[in-house]
């Protein structure tokens, strides 16, 4: 959340003047006393300070600390103005402003401060004089209704009025639009000169949660929404607008009056991220999920364990990272796809995890963590051999060229693995879904295994898939206990299958799974590989990047694909779609580039926006403006 705010305001004065208004504004929960300000900006005070409302307290080079009057207490959502009259240098461009600050309170702690873009006083404010212009705005809302354009689009909206809930979230996609673009101004203000455009919020409760509705009145807007979600999207939409406009006055304007109506075409709207196959900075997951909740994407689908690494801790089995983490020519798990000869991988704290989380829903990402099971396992046996039947022959079956790689449902020890991993997840992940992959365990895995016999006799369960069946049951009910909903890929119902109650299936081998899966009672997301996995090749080319085994997928391929289709069933069951972007050959950020982007605005579009306003000339237009890793 974001705590304080600065507003900055330049003025030239009368006789080669200049004044530098600074406003300071609480978001905090809690009354703001006995405080400084200090900020960093290369237009310098000159002592002696002459300054309105506040004294200047120290200065050391571009370094500047502020007092208030004594006495001032801001409750949350006040302000505290200060006007700065002895500068070394008339500024320029925004930039000559602060760069940085911070609140310093009494005990000489500090706390960073969300500074926007300095604005100038004077100009005059945008008119009504265009006409044949694009929104640049990606997803497409559902419905866009203009009547003219601005002449030039705000570089800020100033927010007029809001109560310290609402001016959290603006601060908050201000914060959001600053991180993904460090060249662009921020979309929105609380203090701003004479004539510029005014932004105004009214909640409506008759909104859908995820709902807004945008009035364009000249210089006058207003943001009606339902719930916080709704307020974001508009801003986001907002901010989107402001920025296209700006950067490509040729194609997009910003609305002069007209209106905005939306909401989101489907309630799932992800991107799965594999992190076991190639471990990507906490940094680098972190402005993933900005990514995300810049294209309105609500889901990250976090698949933290496979083959080749084990990538969340788990306190009380440290083994499965301090071996199951790594791969190297001396290790269990010897080097692959692209990792060196020596000790190679790293793994997520549960506080780095938690981290995620947290920042997921500061910008309305939701996490899901999948922990494969019982497949996909070579990584969590080689840390534990007790999860290995002894009386088993070795490496008789296997997946992906890993022998005896699928967590044996007959013994005691699984289990008491499994509890000790899900109890800690569900400590670590609120979501009310938790993935627990289920896929591609091979056919003949387990059929040598005595123990398994046993069970199977006992328990009457024919085959590879009733035994992955009984103990995926196990599973469901141990989740359901727990009050959550149990995630899987389309293998979760073979062989009987866990209940469709309290379950979410994804469909992925084809795209007539998804149908399949909604016909036996099931809730499912579509994310089929010939359209939504986004390590698949985009051309035939020799030389092009990505795997191949479901096909080539251009961006109109992904673009293009309706997954609802005309199933009747998928008209309850399809809860939404997900791009998924596994990591096998993605070795690179310019791999991870260019094997997401564009494909997954496209598949974004697609999540959010009704098919009759889909148009790919247009999203062609404004994709290039969208931010990347």
């Not at 100033?158 to 959001?176: D, F, I, P, Q």
């Not at 939701?366 to 497949?375: A, K, S, T």
């Not at 997401?596 to 306003?613: D, N």
Request: aromatic share 8%; hydrophobic share 40%; glycine share 8%.
């Amino acid at each position: 959340m974001t705590k304080y705010h600065l507003d900055v305001i330049w003025t030239d004065t009368a006789n080669d003047g200049r004044e530098l208004a600074v406003t300071l504004t609480n978001l905090s929960d809690s009354p703001l006393s006995d405080f400084s300000v200090g900020y960093t900006s290369i237009t310098r005070t000159v002592r002696p300070s002459v300054c309105q409302n506040g004294t200047m307290t120290r200065r050391q080079a571009n370094y500047h600390e502020y007092a208030p009057p004594a006495g001032l207490t801001l409750a949350p959502g006040e302000s505290w103005r200060f006007v700065e009259t002895s500068l070394s240098r008339k500024a320029l461009h925004s930039n000559d402003g602060p760069k940085s600050a911070f609140v310093i309170f009494a005990d000489g702690s500090a706390e960073q401060v969300s500074v926007a873009d300095m604005q100038i006083a004077g100009f005059e404010a945008a008119r009504a004089e265009r006409s044949n212009f694009t929104l640049g705005v990606l997803p497409q809302p559902a419905s866009v209704a203009v009547a003219s354009w601005m002449a030039k689009a705000p570089v800020h909206l100033k927010l007029e009025g809001g109560s310290v809930a609402e001016k959290r979230v603006v601060g908050g996609v201000n914060a959001l639009a600053r991180r993904l673009f460090t060249l662009r101004a921020n979309p929105f203000v609380f203090v701003a000169p004479e004539g510029a455009a005014v932004l105004r919020l009214a909640a409506n409760a008759a909104l859908a949660e995820e709902a807004y509705q945008i009035d364009f009145n000249g210089s006058d807007i207003v943001l009606t929404y339902g719930t916080d979600l709704g307020l974001r999207h508009g801003l986001v939409t907002l901010a989107q607008g402001m920025m296209a406009a700006r950067e490509d006055a040729d194609r997009f304007a910003f609305p002069h009056t007209g209106r905005i109506e939306d909401a989101p075409r489907h309630v799932w709207r992800g991107s799965h991220l594999d992190v076991s196959r190639q471990v990507y900075p906490l940094a680098d997951i972190l402005r993933f999920v900005d990514i995300l909740a810049w294209h309105k994407l609500n889901r990250l689908h976090w698949h933290l364990t496979d083959d080749e690494g084990w990538r969340l801790e788990i306190k009380r089995l440290p083994q499965l990272t301090e071996i199951g983490a790594h791969t190297g020519l001396n290790r269990p798990v010897l080097p692959q796809l692209g990792h060196g000869p020596f000790e190679h991988g790293t793994f997520y704290t549960q506080d780095q995890a938690r981290a995620v989380v947290a920042h997921g829903r500061s910008v309305g990402v939701e996490v899901m963590p999948e922990i494969d099971l019982p497949g996909h396992c070579a990584a969590a046996i080689a840390s534990l051999p007790d999860l290995v039947d002894p009386d088993e022959p070795e490496s008789y079956w296997s997946i992906q060229g890993y022998g005896n790689n699928a967590l044996n449902p007959a013994l005691d020890a699984t289990w008491t693995f499994t509890q000790t991993v899900l109890e800690e997840l569900l400590a670590v992940f609120p979501f009310e879904v938790i993935h627990v992959g289920g896929d591609e365990v091979a056919p003949e895995a387990w059929l040598q295994s005595p123990k398994a016999q046993e069970l199977m006799a006992r328990e009457r369960i024919n085959g590879t898939d009733g035994l992955q069946a009984h103990y995926l049951k196990r599973v469901h009910a141990f989740l359901s206990a727990h009050g959550r909903i149990t995630g899987g890929w389309e293998e979760v119902a073979h062989g009987g299958g866990v209940s469709p109650d309290r379950s979410l299936l994804f469909a992925w081998t084809l795209r007539e799974k998804t149908a399949e899966l909604a016909a036996l009672g099931y809730d499912v997301v579509s994310s089929p590989g010939q359209t939504y996995y986004l390590d698949m090749v985009q051309s035939g080319d020799w030389n092009e990047a990505g795997a191949s085994w479901a096909g080539i997928t251009p961006v109109e391929t992904s673009y293009g694909y309706e997954a609802q289709g005309d199933d009747p069933h998928l008209a309850v069951k399809l809860k939404g779609i997900q791009a998924c972007i596994w990591s096998e050959h993605i070795t690179s950020r310019e791999r991870f580039n260019h094997q997401v982007f564009p494909r997954l605005p496209a598949i974004a579009e697609a999540a959010w926006s009704p098919e009759r306003v889909k148009d790919f000339a247009r999203f062609s237009a404004i994709v290039p403006l969208m931010p990347k890793a």
